[in-house]
């Protein structure tokens, strides 16, 4: 889900306090929606985010309900691309 030099960062990783930022750089303009899942694979967070081709930054703010371990973080993007990330909760 690259196009040029750009591509998709999300950190930290390991998350240690209830934030969590992505930064997007060289995609496709549009929509993209994040979905985190847990280690037993169960949906337990869906946003959005529009990017207009800039270098953009979305911070996410995790609620109490999630617990330290071991999550999926998936963006799906225009043209049905998707790229996912193992993202840790200390």
Same mark, same amino acid.
């Given at each position: 889900?690259? #196009?040029?030099? !750009? $591509?998709? +960062?999300?950190?930290?990783?390991?998350?240690? $306090?209830?934030?969590?930022?992505?930064?997007?750089? !060289?995609?496709?303009?549009? $929509? %993209?929606? @994040?979905? @985190?899942? #847990?280690? +037993?694979? +169960?949906?337990?967070?869906? *946003? &959005?985010? *529009? %990017?207009? !081709?800039?270098? =953009?930054?979305? *911070?996410?703010?995790?609620?109490?309900?999630?617990?330290?371990?071991? %999550? %999926?973080? &998936?963006? #799906?993007?225009? $043209?049905?691309? =998707?790229? *996912?990330?193992?993202?840790? @909760?200390?």
């Amino acid at each position: 889900m690259t #196009n040029g030099d !750009g $591509g998709i +960062a999300v950190y930290p990783n390991p998350v240690t $306090g209830n934030l969590v930022h992505v930064l997007m750089t !060289g995609q496709q303009k549009g $929509g %993209y929606q @994040i979905t @985190i899942y #847990n280690n +037993a694979g +169960a949906r337990v967070l869906v *946003t &959005e985010m *529009t %990017y207009d !081709g800039t270098n =953009s930054i979305k *911070t996410i703010v995790f609620d109490k309900f999630f617990v330290h371990g071991t %999550y %999926y973080f &998936e963006i #799906n993007g225009p $043209g049905k691309k =998707s790229k *996912t990330f193992k993202l840790f @909760i200390d």
